[in-house]
């Protein structure tokens, strides 16, 4: 069973990264977008007809945190951080990139906000650094 986010947790993360109250950003902040892009990663499943991977959910959830810019500021640091709780509340461990000094995961981020990433090029980036957890039976 998949395990998919909501506004609560979105708010507590976005909170984290912005460094702002989640009541603030509650206000200033369009969470008809956000709960938009939560829902689309579970209905991504439904509308493809199987039941895609938990690197696929998350790169919907991803592109459309990205896109939909729910935030005035740090959409991208916020889908960053929603993805890999995702991963991790399906079970998934999350390896960084080696060598991400050189800000290649930041470059990635934008290119999904550009619409330069497509969700299977994003779904592929994010296989490669999940693993399954040793305690995960599903």
Known sequence: MTHYLDLHTYLRIAAEVVGVEAG?????????VADAALNACAAHHKVVGGHPGIPEQAAVLTRR???GK??????QAVAYQ???EFASRNGCTWSDPPGDHEGHTAELFRGVRDGTV???QLAVWI???IG???DDRG
């Open 24 to 32: 603030v950003l509650a206000v200033s902040g369009d969470l008809t």
């Open 65 to 67: 945190l990205c896109t």
């Open 70 to 75: 729910p935030l005035p500021s740090h959409n």
């Open 82 to 84: 929603m993805m890999r």
């Open 118 to 120: 497509s969700d299977e």
């Open 127 to 129: 296989s490669e650094r």
């Open 132 to 134: 399954r957890s040793h």
